[in-house]
């Protein structure tokens, strides 16, 4: 599962260049955001890439990260201010790249913390006093199934209450557990009293979401894998709520908890295990009319990897392919897996009756998709390439051989529909989590940046 915090970003990933439907001249662009302001926040950890946070809240900016000595650390500043305050917590990382750290703000302003678990004891903080990050203190949840936690997610219900969820168990043997946080007696319970997604010790679910949709509805979307080699990834799946309580399927079918394997009626695509799909890959949009549309890649049915579009289309799951390479791309390992051969991004609107994708192929480069909204299709019509962050942003500045470009985009909100932050760092790639034997780049700096449109 990819953390809500951060995404990998390194000079061969950047939107825009050339490959296979993208070789049409394409002059549009988004608004050019520049560098307003930047700040250098603490030296950190080079030697490979863990996900950081940044979270903006009304007047106040959070930074959770680790260190130089990888130590979970949050910084916290004024928005009208440039000095920093530090706290370090009590937990270290070693070099899991799965062990990012994530946070939230609930209704009354109190930060929430979580981070640097991989099939460990949950590792959860909350200030005592709102805002005053010195105030972190370490804390249990309910105290039951915290014992093997994985993979944090903070989201908030239509109510506005805090909701947390995460893995309890192993990859290929875990479910997806859920608390709700009270803030008058400032304690979690559970939200469902069953796993919303249980692998019944032979498999477990990678989602991605919940995700508040246009309508308001929470969409959840994920593979499920037998065992912790990353081929063994099957069955693209789906599933809606609007309370995160009762679920239902795309057509609109009652689900029973908790939602397994089993239930045809979740199926976008029964991708088989070793069918060329991992998870992470899977992206969610929504056409103009509020459809959910899931991208993902997978083998074709002569072993060739493409890149498809699922749509929900007058009552059934519709796969559209996007690409018609010649060329397969085998996988397998344990571990955060770096390049597998293959990467792509979600669908975006781009223009109205277009959305765009980029991707990176082993074989045929890197790319950009412009695809048809109504037919799903690509087409060599315009489109504007996305956001466009400054040059200065785009190149490492260390010259160590494989370092690239780390960044955390805002999970808050500047208030200002101009104004863009971004955390940004870079590191070595992922090393199957394993320890680096050789020289090692010196730490990096973290750096904060305020963009601007205006």
Request: proline share 5%.
């Amino acid at each position: 599962m990819r953390n809500q915090c951060w995404s990998w970003i390194g000079a061969v990933a950047i939107v825009g260049l050339f490959g296979a439907f993208a070789k049409s001249a394409d002059t549009n662009t988004a608004p050019q955001f520049r560098v307003e302001e930047s700040f250098d926040i603490s030296e950190v950890p080079s030697g490979f890439p863990v996900g950081f946070c940044l979270l903006t809240h009304t007047d106040r900016q959070y930074v959770a990260y680790y260190d130089k000595e990888r130590r979970m650390t949050v910084a916290s500043r004024s928005l009208d201010s440039k000095q920093w305050q530090y706290q370090i917590l009590p937990s270290n990382v070693g070099w899991d790249s799965h062990n990012y750290v994530t946070m939230a703000v609930d209704r009354d302003g109190h930060l929430h913390v979580s981070g640097n678990m991989h099939n460990v004891t949950l590792i959860y903080f909350r200030t005592e006093t709102a805002g005053e990050i010195s105030t972190l203190k370490k804390l249990a949840m309910t105290g039951e199934q915290e014992e093997r936690a994985c993979y944090p997610h903070f989201l908030t219900d239509a109510q506005g209450d805090l909701i947390f969820n995460y893995r309890h168990g192993g990859s290929g043997n875990g479910m997806r557990i859920y608390n709700r946080y009270d803030s008058t007696t400032r304690t979690w319970s559970r939200l469902l009293d069953k796993p919303l997604l249980n692998g019944e010790g032979e498999r477990n679910a990678y989602p991605l979401g919940p995700l508040r949709g246009p309508k308001g509805a929470f969409h959840l979307v994920w593979v499920w894998r037998d065992t912790p080699d990353c081929s063994t990834n099957h069955h693209l799946s789906y599933a809606r709520s609007t309370d995160l309580v009762h679920w239902e399927s795309a057509a609109h079918e009652k689900l029973e908890l908790p939602l397994t394997l089993n239930n045809e009626s979740l199926w976008v695509d029964p991708v088989a295990s070793g069918g060329g799909i991992i998870n992470g890959c899977e992206k969610l949009a929504f056409d103009s009319e509020d459809r959910p549309i899931i991208s993902y890649h997978r083998s074709d049915a002569n072993g060739n990897m493409q890149i498809y579009a699922s749509r929900f289309e007058n009552g059934q799951w519709v796969r559209h392919v996007l690409t018609t390479w010649n060329k397969p791309v085998d996988f397998r390992g344990r571990g955060s897996m770096g390049f597998i051969g293959i990467r792509i991004s979600g669908l975006s609107k781009a223009a109205p009756g277009l959305f765009t994708m980029s991707y990176r192929h082993r074989d045929y480069g890197s790319g950009r998709l412009v695809i048809d909204e109504k037919t799903l299709r690509p087409t060599r019509k315009q489109a504007p390439t996305g956001t466009n962050y400054p040059s200065q942003l785009k190149r490492p500045e260390s010259a160590f051989e494989g370092i690239a470009i780390r960044r955390a985009n805002d999970i808050g909100a500047s208030g200002d529909a101009g104004v863009r932050y971004i955390l940004q760092w870079e590191t070595l790639g992922s090393n199957h989590d394993r320890a680096r034997t050789g020289p090692l780049p010196e730490p990096g700096l973290l750096r904060l940046y305020r963009l601007s449109s205006h």
